[in-house]
């Protein structure tokens, strides 16, 4: 058994994938080629948004969102702790300081009473500029943007939503990679719209905005190839992998209806066993990972491996206790439920064809 099985959607869809592939070897486009700005118009229409830029990853995409929102020294930008570490790298990349935030005990996303509270700390502290919040879409639900946007517009904070692995999510039926001033998602191979190797996105309504993540992606240039008015970055979708992409994408919601399915089956089968994800009303989610909670995570996880079930953790060390963040700042509290999910999450197979 596949913890997420690649090998079953590219069989689906071999015909189709593979005729995209050859139409860009035999254009020979390979940068850039027109691949590139079809998927990105499909993908602004899917997810109902002016702009859809595409990039080499999901870690490029959150670091060129910082470039545009020109986050720098000596500003403060605030994140879960319970995530991926590229959430908070891309913050330290840019010389900025990442402020992090506790998670909510249901859906294990950023806890906005929590956000709330380091806000007003950082800014009572007074040694750090308060500048963004970055949200992340844990395991395929879409943080609390209701009150996230809220708290982001009484304080005059630019917001990020990090739908790396939220893309297919919505709240109230508005799509992930809607929210906020500008998002950012992955196209890693076991996301839930993945290509056969490293890509990413960012999506804004702005048109400054995308103007400058159309330059930052490419060296920062200018209207002439040559003329490079800004200090850029090399990220660019590979145009094979954007072929790939509009099939997939073009699947996207049928493997979405049957991720649902699954999430369905396992909570009908293991509520009362375990602590199970819950989808608070009006929301949907694209089901990255299930994600479950037990005191007995060691013993459970062996248990399932007895019976060929692969299991994983997401993610076993909080950002706050990494080596490389371990100084940042100093909490006595600690983060008492990211600590303890931490301790107790593991995450059962999940995909489209399971």
């Known amino acids: ?42 993908l602004a229409k899917y997810v109902g948004v002016k702009h859809a830029v595409t990039c080499a990853n999901g870690t490029d995409a959150l670091t060129l969102a910082m470039m545009v929102l ?69 395991f395929g639900l879409p943080a609390n943007y209701l009150e996230i946007e809220k708290i982001a517009e009484r304080y005059n904070l630019k917001l990020v939503e990090d739908a790396a692995q939220g893309f297919g999510g919505s709240i109230n039926g508005k799509k992930a990679c809607s929210f906020g001033d500008i998002a950012t998602t992955s196209f890693f191979p076991a996301k839930p719209l993945g290509c056969y190797g490293d890509g990413g996105a960012i999506f804004t309504n702005n048109d400054e905005y995308a103007e400058l993540l159309k330059s930052y992606r490419v060296h920062g240039k200018g209207n002439d190839k040559y003329d490079n008015v800004r200090i850029g970055m090399n990220s660019r979708l590979d145009t094979i992998q954007a072929a790939i992409l509009l099939e997939k994408l073009a699947e996207f919601p049928t493997e979405l209806v049957n991720r649902n399915k699954a999430a369905a089956n396992y909570e009908k089968s293991l509520a009362g066993k375990y602590k199970t994800p819950q989808v608070p009303e ?73």
């Open 282 to 354: 009006g929301y949907t989610s694209s089901w990255a990972q299930y994600t479950i909670v037990s005191e007995r995570r060691d013993e459970e996880m062996a248990r399932y491996k007895e019976h060929g079930i692969p299991t994983m953790i997401y993610y076993g060390t909080c950002m706050h206790q990494q080596t490389a963040f371990i100084d940042t700042q100093c909490r006595p509290e600690g983060f008492p439920v990211a600590e303890r999910l931490a301790k107790s999450v593991f995450s059962l197979p999940m995909h489209g064809y399971l």
């Open 70 to 138: 020109n986050i720098e020294k000596g500003d403060a930008v605030f994140c879960p702790t319970f995530t991926f570490f590229a959430t908070a790298e891309v913050i330290a990349y840019e010389g900025a300081t990442p402020v992090f935030v506790d998670s909510d005990e249901e859906t294990f996303n950023i806890c906005p009473v929590d956000l709330e509270k380091q806000i007003k700390t950082t800014i009572a502290e007074g040694k750090l500029n308060p500048k963004a919040i970055i949200a992340v879409d844990l």
């Open 1 to 42: 058994m596949q913890f997420i099985d690649l090998a079953a959607q590219y069989q689906h869809l071999k015909t189709k994938i593979d005729k995209r592939i050859q139409t860009v070897l035999d254009h020979g486009n390979y940068i850039m080629g027109p691949e590139v700005q079809e998927l990105e118009h499909e």
